[in-house]
């Protein structure tokens, strides 16, 4: 993939950012409709809703909800984000939570004071070190290779068509992952009839993933323009999370 550099700010270093990520299958049609020209649907039929909580340097946190889109740049696996909203008590992106409720992980994205995405795993804080798998937890190597950092997001060019489009991609570097585990996860879309997402039913639960990760965030960098992917659509492809609540 070629990148050129866009931003020259020295990385940020993220740490304790803790994510709840849940995988559903939903509408092909839908999901092409979502990506930019360049990106074209991975062939999973996949989206994924993230809630992120982490410190920040002024000594309170910041959570943030995203729905990500499997994809394809090229032939390169990236993480298309669809939309995003941060913590924010009030105005148009709502309010965003990330809270233990009992025993249970759950994550609540409120806009204009009504919710409109919850999603609750089972809460499990074991060290990764221990071998009680009961827990279903993950190594880092698995929990890496699960999370798929490449995030891209889709900046217009000024009034120009949907098509011509920028893209950035935010890489992570010199991730640590503290503690991860897989398990069964419940999730409820409500988005207004009038928003885009609303067309994204939600057919099948692949269950949810729970880690606690430090890292790098490097320099935005701009995807320099693709070739067409069509090519691509028909490789082997497999979503992230598994179905029956483990995560593949």
Same mark, same amino acid.
């Given at each position: 993939?070629? %990148?050129?550099?866009?931003?020259?700010?020295?990385?940020?270093?993220?740490?304790?950012?803790?994510?709840?990520?849940? !995988?559903?299958?939903?509408?092909p049609?839908?999901? *092409?409709?979502?990506?930019?020209?360049?990106?074209?649907?991975? !062939?999973?039929?996949?989206?994924?809703?993230?809630?992120?909580?982490?410190?920040?340097?002024? &000594?309170?946190? *910041?959570?943030?909800?995203?729905?990500l889109?499997p994809?394809?740049?090229?032939?390169?696996?990236?993480?298309?984000?669809?939309?995003?909203?941060?913590? @924010?008590?009030?105005?148009?992106?709502?309010?965003?939570?990330?809270?233990?409720?009992?025993?249970?992980?759950? !994550?609540?994205?409120?806009?204009?004071?009504?919710? =409109?995405?919850?999603?609750?795993?089972?809460?499990?804080?074991?060290?990764?070190?221990?071998?009680? *798998?009961?827990?279903?937890?993950?190594?880092?190597?698995?929990?890496?290779?699960?999370?798929?950092?490449?995030?891209?997001?889709?900046?217009?060019?000024?009034?120009?068509?949907?098509?011509?489009?920028?893209?950035?991609?935010?890489?992570? !570097?010199?991730? *640590?992952?503290?503690?991860?585990?897989? &398990?069964?996860?419940?999730?409820?879309?409500?988005?207004?009839?009038?928003?885009?997402? @609303?067309?994204?039913?939600?057919?099948? %639960?692949? &269950?949810?993933?729970?880690?606690?990760?430090?890292?790098?965030?490097?320099?935005a960098?701009?995807?320099a323009?693709?070739?067409?992917?069509? @090519?691509?659509?028909?490789?082997?492809?497999?979503?992230?999370?598994? =179905?029956? &609540?483990?995560?593949?």
């Amino acid at each position: 993939m070629n %990148l050129a550099e866009l931003h020259q700010e020295a990385p940020a270093h993220v740490s304790d950012r803790e994510t709840l990520i849940v !995988g559903f299958d939903t509408d092909p049609v839908a999901l *092409r409709a979502l990506l930019p020209w360049s990106l074209a649907p991975d !062939g999973s039929n996949t989206a994924l809703v993230e809630f992120a909580a982490a410190p920040d340097p002024a &000594g309170g946190s *910041r959570t943030e909800f995203n729905l990500l889109i499997p994809a394809l740049f090229g032939t390169e696996r990236v993480l298309y984000r669809a939309y995003a909203a941060g913590d @924010a008590t009030d105005g148009p992106h709502g309010r965003v939570r990330l809270l233990v409720v009992h025993d249970t992980l759950t !994550g609540i994205l409120e806009l204009h004071g009504r919710p =409109v995405a919850i999603a609750a795993m089972n809460y499990r804080r074991a060290d990764l070190l221990e071998q009680r *798998r009961r827990f279903a937890a993950l190594s880092p190597a698995d929990t890496l290779r699960r999370l798929r950092p490449l995030r891209v997001s889709a900046l217009s060019d000024g009034g120009l068509p949907a098509m011509r489009t920028r893209l950035v991609a935010q890489p992570w !570097g010199n991730i *640590r992952v503290q503690c991860a585990w897989t &398990g069964p996860a419940s999730l409820d879309l409500l988005w207004p009839t009038t928003s885009t997402l @609303a067309a994204l039913p939600v057919h099948a %639960l692949h &269950g949810g993933l729970h880690c606690v990760v430090d890292f790098r965030l490097q320099s935005a960098q701009r995807l320099a323009a693709a070739e067409s992917t069509s @090519a691509v659509e028909a490789a082997k492809h497999v979503p992230m999370l598994a =179905v029956a &609540g483990g995560v593949q």
